[in-house]
């Protein structure tokens, strides 16, 4: 697991070296930090009510690297992302992610109600205190965005997301160890609407179809084979229980306020509840989250 945190480090290294040497050619820097804590009740995505197991957690990010303007209205954006996340309760889920994304947007014309195109794809590695869970990471994806006003504009953007887990040894008989290997499809539409000159609200809603993984207790094999092929035994939740892949269909709905202390600092909070349906199983999770971000 280290060599493989070290080899994504190394790369993100290289993207901040690149961007050193090549400064001639470069636009501006990109450094975005954010510290986000908040509630979950559902952390393990339970199918059953009981199961349910709820936490708080704590996330420090950072983003940072340099814009390459490609033609009058074109640019590309490469940068490292870098985040940690600390849970109270259960931390076997305590993780470390690193990646980079490539992304270049093009503008079809001038001024703030013009609309713009971004294609991005982003590779990493998630290394998770309970070590079967970590993963290489990437995803790939297309947005679209417009401003209707001073005050309002929309995002529309697609993602295909793909979750490359280790191959586990702790397997039922008759299953796969590998319910982190997943694959997904996610679809985002999102509305802001400036109601001061500090204060932003948004609303968005997401569609996802693909993988997930949910973690109970399960006595039912026989039953449990009609869901999934792969299942593991886990312990992050400091005792024994059942990790096992879905194939879900998941509806997400996000409010969510922003205030900008200055030019480059805001706090922010947001609700998410996440709605999703397998074959007959149904799993809902609400999230409260508060951050404080600052954008250079």
Not at 49 to 59: C, V
């Amino acid at each position: 697991m280290i060599n493989k945190v070290r080899y994504v480090v190394s790369g993100l290294l290289l993207v901040f070296v690149f961007c050193q040497t090549a400064s001639a050619e470069w636009g501006e820097w990109v450094l975005n930090t954010s510290l986000e804590g908040g509630f979950e009740d559902n952390i393990n995505f339970a199918i059953d009510k009981n199961g349910r197991l709820s936490d708080i957690a704590i996330s420090p990010s950072i983003v940072f690297g340099r814009y390459y303007q490609l033609g009058d209205y074109t640019r590309l954006r490469i940068v490292a992302d870098l985040k940690a996340k600390a849970y109270k309760r259960y931390d076997g889920l305590d993780s470390l992610s690193s990646g980079v994304d490539v992304a270049v947007t093009h503008k079809f014309g001038l001024g703030q109600e013009v609309p713009w195109l971004r294609v991005h794809s982003f590779a990493g590695y998630l290394a998770v205190n309970e070590s079967l869970r970590n993963s290489w990471l990437y995803n790939g994806g297309v947005a679209f965005g417009k401003r209707f006003s001073e005050r309002f504009d929309m995002l529309l953007s697609y993602d295909f997301i793909y979750r490359n887990g280790s191959n586990n040894k702790n397997v039922a008989e008759g299953f796969l160890g590998n319910p982190f290997d997943q694959v997904g499809h996610k679809g985002t539409l999102s509305l802001s609407y400036l109601l001061t000159e500090r204060l932003l609200a948004s609303l968005s809603y997401s569609v996802y179809s693909g993988d997930i993984t949910s973690t109970n207790e399960h006595n039912d094999m026989l039953k449990l084979a009609n869901f999934t092929k792969a299942l593991v035994w886990d312990e992050t939740f400091k005792r024994h229980l059942w990790t096992y892949k879905l194939n879900a269909l998941s509806n997400e709905f996000t409010i969510g306020l922003s205030y900008a202390l200055n030019g480059h600092t805001s706090v922010n909070v947001s609700y998410i509840r996440v709605d999703g349906y397998t074959s007959d199983l149904h799993y809902y999770d609400n999230l409260v989250l508060t951050s404080i971000k600052y954008t250079f």
